[in-house]
Each structure stands twice: as C-alpha cells, then as structure tokens.
Antibody, heavy 121, light 109 residues
Framework: QVQLQESGPGLAKPSETLSLTCAVSGASISSTSHKWGWVRQPPGKGLEWIGTFYYSGGTYYNPSLKSRVTISEDTSKNQFSLRLSSVTAADTAVYYC?????????????WGQGTLVTVSS | EIVMTQSPATLSVSPGERATLSCRASQSVSRNLAWYQQKPGQAPRLLMYGASIRATGIPARFSGSGSGTEFTLTISSLQSEDFAFYYCQQYNEWPPTWTFGQGTKVEIK
C-alpha cells in the first residue's frame, strides 16, 4: 500500500522560505515507473500544481512559481522535499504531495493527506 | 499556458438524478484529461483519466467523454456520497505542465 506523508512547519513568516517533506512508503521514489509532485490548495479555493519530478528524468515547475520553487529528493530516505522562497499570505494553503503513474504517467493517483501552511507574521 | 475552465461553478442536483459537469481547455489537450473528486477535509481522489477511463474502484455511474478542448464528466444517478467538488486536470507534453480547472461543486438540491 503506497502512502505519502507531508511534514513541516505549519507556520511561515512573510519573506521567509517554506520547507516541506514528503515521506513515501510502499513505493520507491527512484523508480522510473512513477513521477512525484506537489499540489497546493488555498483555503476555500481550487487546486494548483506546483511541480513534478521523476528520477533521472528532470524536474518541472509551474511557470508562475518557478522562480521561487525547488523540489529535491533524498533517495536514501525515500522522501522528497519542497522549498518555496519569499512567501507571502497568498502562499497560505494546504500542500499535498502526490504520486503519478499508476494508471497514466501524468495523473495523480496517490495523495498525502495534506498539510496546512499559514504565512503570517 | 493552457487554461482549464469548468462549468458550472455549482450544480444543484437531487439524489438519483443525473449530473453533467463540463471542462473546457483553452487549446487542445488531446485526451490528456483527468477528473478528481474531493470532499471537505480530504485529499483529491482520482476518478477518470485519458478522458474516459475509470480508475480502479470507481463506480460505473461515473463516465467521462470528450477530446481536444471539450470534456464532460457524467454521474448517471447521484448517490449521497457523490456530493463533493470535482476538478479536471490536463497534462501538456512540452514543456511538461499540469493544470487544474477551478472546480465544480455538486450539492444537494
């Protein structure tokens, strides 16, 4: 059973960097069969894709966030991370990590439960 | 940038009735279209991919159609557990980008 679990501070200050980690069990992030990504959802709003990576295949970011986002992976811990710099209140959201590729290489099939990050001083 | 537009924003339907949700892409996405269901406080759940293929465990009352720029998700006979938000999502080949529609809320009439 594939499981993804987000973790990280629930509060970030404006202008600082938001950092989250997604721990994966039941699957390997170094598998070339799947991609891994981050999606966020501001309170009461819709879903926004942040970025996707696949092992040995590159990392791709939402153009609107590209200048502030970094996704990295730690295969020794089977986890991947999100860093979003220069945050503002507009970055307040539930952040989800997800896997792509069980059914189709480009759809999100397994999701973490999500973690709320509030940007406030 | 491909923009996905869903309509209506809210759909009021009685249990047992049919619900039809629309998703329009600003340019052709072929059949690279997925649908997700999300209930309050939960992560999204994959319903359909490839525009018309049900994911594992999704009931047959859910069906998808369309290609190019116009897509439809139909729920043939709404059950109580189907009242939720629904999002479409496209994938663009190059550069690789994923875009969600703004969502449709299906509520009890």
């Amino acid at each position: 059973q594939v499981q993804l679990q987000e973790s990280g501070p629930g509060l970030a200050k404006p202008s600082e960097t938001l950092s989250l980690t997604c721990a994966v069990s039941g699957a390997s992030i170094s598998s070339t069969s799947h991609k891994w990504g981050w999606v966020r959802q501001p309170p009461g709003k819709g879903l926004e894709w942040i970025g996707t990576f696949y092992y040995s295949g590159g990392t791709y970011y939402n153009p609107s966030l590209k200048s502030r986002v970094t996704i990295s992976e730690d295969t020794s811990k089977n986890q991947f991370s999100l860093r979003l710099s220069s945050v503002t209140a507009a970055d307040t959201a539930v952040y989800y990590c997800a896997r792509l590729g069980q059914f189709d290489p480009n759809v999100f099939d397994y999701w973490g439960q999500g973690t709320l990050v509030t940007v406030s001083s | 940038e491909i923009v996905m537009t869903q309509s209506p924003a809210t759909l009021s339907v009685s249990p047992g009735e049919r619900a039809t949700l629309s998703c329009r892409a600003s340019q052709s996405v072929s059949r690279n279209l997925a649908w997700y269901q999300q209930k309050p406080g939960q992560a999204p759940r994959l319903l359909m991919y490839g525009a018309s293929i049900r994911a594992t465990g999704i009931p047959a009352r859910f069906s998808g159609s369309g290609s190019g720029t116009e897509f439809t998700l139909t729920i043939s006979s709404l059950q109580s557990e189907d009242f939720a938000f629904y999002y479409c999502q496209q994938y663009n080949e190059w550069p690789p980008t994923w875009t969600f529609g703004q969502g449709t809320k299906v509520e009890i009439k």
